[in-house]
């Protein structure tokens, strides 16, 4: 795991590459590289986003995990400010420096969301062409003027134009996020988008047994759409977690 940075507007970001194991995924351009981004107001130490992201570096992707300007490790100004708009930039700002690292296919680039985040790689893949469980330096508290914006991100509205591959995973117990929501996004996007429910809250996503499930439905997602010679993992890797 290596310490990168990368500008954002007139700020730096500051993010982590986790390099990839092994080839499983490369081709003749390179391995595919996640870019992961924390919920709302999270920081990119949370323990269980750096999980998901050695899953992944382990199973052969790069990763790239980053803080938005105004959290954690990232400058910026005013701090603790939740903007939707402000942290899509920062998201695109991260696929463009993913994609100059060495050893990264630029055209295999995955976007990794969950709760608001998954919004944004939502509305980012429908408007770009893509083919303890808190962090030691996340604070419990947002700008006032938050609740004003955040009230009107509606990412569902953009999603009938996303045209590359979409995993909508959903807890059929979230209380925050409604399943309801995920199962019309996954009908509005069509044929590119595959819906998996789970039994769990908005949080249990971060902890056993849920975790190591729903990583392994992403892995198989992936090997299945970015591996160049066609799916190389078992394909009961993701069935053996259905039972628990």
Sequence with gaps: ??????????????????????????????????????????????????????????????????????????????????????????????????????????????????????????????????????????????CARTALEVAFNRPITFVARVRCPLLVQAGTEDRIAPLATARRAAARTGAHAELREYPIDHVDVYTEPAHQRILADQLDFLDRHLSPIGPRRDPNTSAQWSHW
């Design 1 to 142: 795991m290596d310490e990168i940075s990368f500008i954002s507007g007139r700020d730096r970001c500051a993010a982590w590459n986790f390099d990839a194991n092994g080839d499983a995924f490369a081709g003749a351009r390179g391995v595919p590289c996640v870019v992961m981004a924390p919920e709302f107001a999270g920081t990119r130490d949370t323990r269980a986003l750096m999980d998901y992201a050695r899953g992944f570096a382990a199973a052969g992707l790069h990763v790239v995990l980053f803080d938005y300007r105004g959290f954690g490790g990232s400058g910026g100004s005013p701090r603790q400010l939740v903007s939707a708009a402000r942290q899509r930039r920062d998201y695109r700002g991260a696929i463009a420096a993913a994609r100059q690292l060495p050893s990264v296919d630029p055209e295999r680039i995955v976007l990794w969301g969950i709760s608001l985040s998954g919004g944004h790689v939502v509305r980012d893949g429908a408007e770009q062409d893509y083919t303890d469980v808190a962090g030691p330096s996340w604070r419990n508290e947002v």
